[in-house]
């Protein structure tokens, strides 16, 4: 067990680093290309006024963005695949992100584009949508493959919806294509600020809480026996994911797949128990879409492609691999 | 020490359970014993406070257990339900979560919860297990587990709801010597079991259940001569006298 955590140590340092590291391209890569040096004179205010500039504005705002948009769906999708006891369950997939999306235009079809209202509109809507799936896959005992086609179908519910508006109200056209496949070019410290305030606290929260998902992953009965109230915790964690979701949404759009992607991998290399899953998901989740969307932008340059559709590029496929290895299953899976 | 007084419960408006007293004692092993649906498994949940009472009360050790923190609950009574999830974490891991209900601040567990959890899996011979994931584990070894998981919850009672499901006869020996010795350590276990002859041999005490309510509780040797178990089940069960003690068997 002692080596068990001293190597998991070392990996979650390991990620750390990667992580920092690819923030650090993330700041310096683009357009204009800083050498770390011309940051650092930058942020002190030594170096060219224009460098400032495209620093505070769009570098740092868009690599806060990666990195907490990131964390926050990674660690949603794993909560979301802990708690509704499904590894196919992501905020992408199974509408959570489409219900924060629907929040996010409703408010912006009433003039608010940016700020509190927005992040708690973007909360209402991927909460609803947990709640809903929740109350379907417990209510009707549906099999895990047929709770993730009806989340499909939320999805698709939820989209129209979306678009609907968009149609109907000029006043949401702001919310551009990048919105709807999930992009960081039009980020800001106003539209991260409150996400991110929620976004903190729900991963404090879920940090305290490692034991408690291990407990209820259990099952309701196995999980009251030991003391945990179940129905009370799983809606506790249906709340911190959808929090998670709402928040990374409202600033970084209808990114799909990486709630899905992250949380898998981790799980082959760190295993199922929170303690190590949720961190490690945070870090690499972080890791991961920063260096996605610094290929999105680097690829086709001067032409930016919007991170969303190259998540899409990779998760489709994974999806569909991960749906064909499902079947297989283990022992009574 | 279990003592039920009039209690009644149900799923919604259903009521299964009515109107049951039922005393199960420290230091012996109770054993409930029905025919299917009679309620059996409704008791024991609503005993460990899984499932509330509409009616009547439940005390263990002498407390009411309606007025208890679930953690508070979970430290006087271990329960191993019937149905049962099959995490993706390890053995080890599992059998660990047994100490939930002890855990405290900063919610990590400490050196004591990890030596009862070693304890418990010792006793169920399955330490050489702990690191290897429950979904990997055969139906009798993942029982097993589940099992040293209650034993890990150091409860002074522990409910278990057909714990001898997926073990084959040679466990199904060696955990009726494990219970005897939680019993002889001053435990009080309340045991559901569907084996009538291991429920008989096993036991100190038999609860015969039927629609909902007690309508039996006394020693296997009464029990048996009573002629309720030919009455419920339509079977004939015969003892005999051993240098083993008495072995029960079926009347064909």
Redesign the interface.
């Known amino acids: 067990m002692q080596n068990n955590t001293s190597n998991f140590r070392l990996l979650f340092t390991g990620s750390l680093l990667l992580c920092a590291a690819v923030a650090c391209f993330s700041i310096c890569l683009g357009a204009v290309t800083f050498s770390p040096c011309e940051v650092i004179l930058a942020l002190f205010q030594k170096g060219e006024p224009m460098n400032l500039n495209i620093l505070k504005y769009a570098r740092l705002p868009r690599t806060t963005a990666c990195l907490m948009g990131g964390a926050a769906l990674s660690v949603s999708g794993a909560v979301l695949q802990n708690v509704l006891a499904n590894k196919l369950a992501s905020p992408g997939i199974i509408g959570v992100n489409a219900g924060a999306g629907l929040g996010v235009t409703i408010c912006c079809a009433f003039g608010v584009m940016y700020g509190w209202p927005v992040s708690v509109s973007a909360f209402l809507g991927s909460l609803a949508t947990v709640i809903i799936i929740s109350i379907f896959s417990g209510r009707t005992g549906a099999s895990k493959t047929t709770v993730i086609l009806g989340g499909v179908a939320l999805n698709s519910m939820l989209n129209a919806f979306s678009e609907s508006i968009t149609v109907l109200n000029p006043d949401v056209a702001v919310l551009t294509t990048e919105f709807r496949v999930g992009g960081f070019s039009a980020v800001s410290m106003q539209k991260l600020l409150p996400a991110s305030a929620f976004i903190f606290t729900a991963l404090i929260l879920l940090f305290t809480l490692f034991n408690e998902l291990d407990v209820l992953t259990l099952g309701d009965e196995s999980a009251q026996s030991v003391g945990l109230p179940a129905k009370r915790y799983r809606v506790l964690f249906l709340i911190l994911a959808a929090l998670l979701a709402g928040s990374a949404v409202s600033f970084s759009g209808l990114l799909g797949f990486i709630g899905l992607i992250v949380p898998h991998f981790v799980r082959k290399i760190t295993g199922n128990e929170s303690r190590r899953l949720l961190p490690l998901c945070a870090v690499t989740g972080a890791a991961f879409l920063t260096l996605c969307d610094l290929i999105a932008r680097l690829l086709f340059m001067p032409y930016e492609l919007p991170v969303g559709i190259l998540m899409a590029v990779i998760g489709g496929p994974a999806f569909v691999w991960l749906l064909l290895k499902m079947k297989g299953g283990h022992r009574n899976g | 020490m279990v003592e039920i007084r009039n209690l009644s419960a149900g799923y919604g408006k259903e009521e299964i359970l009515h109107e049951i007293h039922f005393t199960a004692k420290n230091g012996r092993i109770t054993t409930i014993i029905g025919k299917n649906g009679c309620g059996k498994s409704t008791l024991l ?1 609503t005993i ?3 499932l509330p009472a509409s009616g009547g009360e439940i005390l263990i050790n002498g407390k009411q257990i309606t007025g208890l ?7 006087l009574a ?4 019937q ?8 053995a ?3 059998i660990l ?2 100490r ?2 002890y ?1 405290s601040y ?2 990590k ?1 400490k050196k004591y919860d990890y030596e009862a959890a070693e304890a418990a899996m010792a006793k169920m011979g399955i330490s050489a297990l ?2 290897k ?1 429950v ?5 009798g070894t993942r029982q097993k587990v ?1 099992i040293a ?2 034993l890990a ?1 150091c409860s002074p009672v522990i409910l278990m709801d057909e714990p001898t499901s997926y073990l084959d006869i040679g466990q199904q020996m060696k955990f009726g010597r494990i219970v005897k010795e939680l019993a002889g350590n001053g435990k009080t276990v309340v045991l559901v079991l569907h084996d009538l002859l291991f429920a008989l041999k096993l036991s100190d005490c038999i609860c015969v259940m039927e629609n909902g309510k007690i309508t039996m509780q006394d020693s296997p040797e009464r029990i048996l001569n009573s002629g309720i178990i030919k009455t419920l089940y339509g079977i004939e069960v015969k003892a005999l006298d051993t240098p083993e003690g008495k072995q029960y068997y079926y009347e064909m």
């Open positions: 949940k460990s406070g899984i923190t679930p953690t508070n609950r979970a430290k271990a329960y191993l339900s149905g049962k999830n099959t995490p993706d974490i390890t080890g891991r599992m979560h047994g939930f209900p855990l900063p919610r567990y702990s690191d994931p979904a990997e584990l055969s139906g589940y998981m209650a919850q």
